[in-house]
């Protein structure tokens, strides 16, 4: 992957990636991906779950689509330091009148589980992952984003009052209502603190 074309190397996000101020790059746009489905997992690399992507025919998800300017890889891969890069070409869809070199980072299969209450989801990341949704898809896109990723059962530590992940941002009241709109419709158990004997420690 490193033998890319640094002027036509773009990622794929679908996670914290799609909401652009989480990051610099400006050469973005919406973008589907092919033959992947969104899941929650953890790794022993992260103390918390967040989301990757998995292989399934027939699947396709939403996100954000940016190019990464010459010498950027290193900064990028250090973000996505849990996951591999894997080139997606062929597998994305987008409104160039070309076909870019796009990887998309995925957790390798073997090397993730699901979350638990000891590697519970950030509420303040799901927060800048929904956000991002709502901005580029409206709420169409965003009930899509839901719909569209696996693993709903993982318990949320509510952490808005003091964020842990680095990445966070502030919410607009409807933003924020929207997202906790959305846990009570799945019914996800939300965690008040992080429980005795878990990463925090």
């Not at 679908?14 to 489905?37: E, F, I, K, M, Q």
């Not at 949704?133 to 952490?159: C, K, S």
């Amino acid at each position: 992957m490193e033998n890319m074309n640094p002027r036509r190397a773009f990622f794929f996000g679908y996670g914290s990636l799609v909401n652009r101020s989480t990051h610099a790059y400006l050469d973005a746009r919406p973008a589907r991906l092919h033959g992947w489905r969104r899941v929650w997992r953890h790794t022993d690399l992260r103390p918390v779950a967040y989301l990757t992507v998995v292989p399934q025919a027939g699947a396709e998800i939403d996100g954000l689509m940016a190019a990464v300017p010459e010498g950027g890889w290193a900064e990028l891969d250090l973000r996505e330091r849990a996951y591999d890069r894997i080139d997606a070409n062929g597998q994305i869809t987008h409104d160039m009148t070309h076909a870019p070199d796009v990887v998309v980072y995925s957790i390798p299969e073997g090397k993730h589980g699901k979350p638990s209450r000891r590697c519970p989801v950030l509420l303040s990341y799901l927060d800048v992952v929904v956000q991002g949704y709502l901005r580029e898809f409206g709420e169409e896109g965003a009930q899509a984003f839901f719909d569209t990723t696996d693993g709903w059962d993982a318990p949320v530590l509510n952490d808005r009052a003091a964020p842990v992940y680095p990445r966070s941002q502030t919410l607009s009241a409807y933003e924020q209502g929207y997202v906790d709109h959305m846990m009570d419709a799945l019914k996800i158990t939300i965690m008040p603190d992080v429980p005795d004997g878990a990463w925090r420690d």
